[in-house]
């Protein structure tokens, strides 16, 4: 499967932006998906995840109650809607999918990754 990740762009703290996850070659609602981030100079940190459609859905500490992944298998997408946005929140935003019916947080255990997009928060 070929993921392209697309929405980042630059807001003010406080904010919202919604990034998507779009797929080729394969439906994505066999594959569970999760975002990771990575800062300048960081780790690449888990942000969220979302098994096969009817299993779990789980969040990274730092964006607990602020973002909201979700996806539309119709559309064949995953989305990840970001509120309340902090400076802290800058970094360059991956998908990734695993052929599995549960998320996971270790970026290890994605096969498929789409290219970056960066979201950058102003203070």
């Known amino acids: 499967v070929q993921l392209q990740a697309s929405g980042g762009g630059l807001v003010q703290a406080g904010g919202s932006l919604r990034l998507s996850c779009a797929a080729s070659g394969r439906t994505l609602s066999s594959y569970a998906v999760g975002w990771f981030r990575q800062a300048p100079g960081k780790e690449r940190d888990f942000v969220a995840t979302?098994?096969?459609?009817?299993?779990?859905?789980y969040y990274g500490g730092s964006v607990k109650g602020r973002f909201t992944i979700s996806r539309d298998s119709a559309k064949n997408m995953v989305y990840l809607q970001m509120n309340s946005l902090k400076p802290d929140d800058t970094a360059l935003y991956y998908c990734a999918a695993r052929p599995a019916s549960y998320g996971t947080s270790r970026a290890d255990e994605y096969a498929y990754w789409g290219q970056g997009t960066q979201v950058t928060v102003s203070s």
């Open positions: 979302i098994g096969r459609p009817g299993y779990n859905t």
